[in-house]
C-alpha cells in the first residue's frame, strides 16, 4: 500500500481491525504520554521496550511482575491480544495478502 507518503515519513501498513483496536487500547491506558508532536513511550515501559530489543538482537531477558495490574483489564488485554493475532493469521492465509501484526 505505497502512494508516495513514505518521502514525507508515512508508512501505511495493513493491519487487522483487532490489532488496530489492541493499539488504540493501550493508547488509552498510557503506554504514550505528551502531546502531538511530542509524544513519548511511557516511562514505565521503557525497560520493557529495552527487554525486547535484547531479545530480538540475541540476548536473554527476564521478566518479573513486581505487584499485579487490575487483573478484568490484564485479562481484556491478553483477549484483545490474542484476537488480533488469531484475526491477522486469518487474513493471511491467501496468497499475496500480508497483513501486519505486533502483539
Known amino acids: 500500500?505505497?502512494?508516495g507518503s513514505e518521502q514525507h515519513?508515512?508508512?501505511q501498513l495493513s493491519l487487522s481491525s483487532a490489532l488496530g483496536e489492541y493499539l488504540e487500547r493501550v493508547r488509552q491506558l498510557g503506554a504514550v504520554e505528551g502531546v502531538d508532536g511530542a509524544i513519548e513511550l511511557s516511562p514505565?515501559?521503557?525497560p520493557v521496550l529495552?527487554?525486547?530489543h535484547h531479545v530480538l538482537a540475541g540476548g536473554e531477558v527476564e521478566v518479573r511482575v513486581v505487584r499485579d495490574g487490575q487483573?478484568?483489564?490484564f485479562q481484556e488485554l491478553q483477549r484483545r491480544a490474542t484476537h488480533a493475532t488469531e484475526q491477522t493469521n486469518a487474513l493471511n492465509q491467501g496468497p499475496g495478502k500480508v497483513v501486519v501484526t505486533a502483539v
Request: glycine share 6%; charged share 20%.
Open 71 to 73: 487483573q478484568d483489564i
Open 1 to 3: 500500500m505505497n502512494d
Open 9 to 11: 515519513g508515512i508508512v
Open 44 to 46: 514505565s515501559l521503557q
Open 50 to 52: 529495552e527487554a525486547m
